[in-house]
């Protein structure tokens, strides 16, 4: 995949990438049952993340619904910041954005549903997967082939890598 040339400026001044999470990380399931609930990650969006904290940009997960099995994988991930409460996504972000100390200009956030909106009309660079609401997809500067929790995540984080110059050291440091 090549990073569209209209896409780049935006891409290289990345320094926050956040996340919803059900939709976005996951296919949008919840399985419930005796009292415990479970959610499929994507483990190459896991890796992505994590390659991005390697490169720099720290992540952050913004969801309106509290779950266990998120806090679970967030802390195997190390994710930098994670916010799960049903108030507005907006508020949340600029509390993140004050301790990660940068913009709204320098952050990513991909979103999928109608709680995403308002965070996906500021942010410098908004993704969607491609099964998002429409008008999630008319908001972002990108959506992708992919769709929620099936790598959509990853797809967005090597555009990010590759703009900003960090592929060849990935693909050099798993290559040897």
Known sequence: MTVPE???????????FLCDVDGVLTDSSV?????????????RDGLGLRLLQNAGI??????ARPSHATTERANDLKVDFL??????????IDAILAKAGVTWEQTVFMGDDVVDLGALRRVGFAAVPADGIQEARALAHY??????GHGSVREVVDLILKAQGHWDGVIAKFSS
């Open 31 to 43: 399985f419930m049952g005796g009292g415990a609930e479970f959610k499929r990650f994507n483990i």
């Open 6 to 16: 209209s896409l780049l400026p935006r891409l290289q001044r990345v320094r926050l």
């Open 83 to 92: 916010h799960q409460s049903p108030e507005p996504k907006v508020q949340a």
């Open 143 to 148: 959506v992708t082939a992919a769709a929620g």
């Open 58 to 63: 720290r992540v952050g997960w913004v969801s």
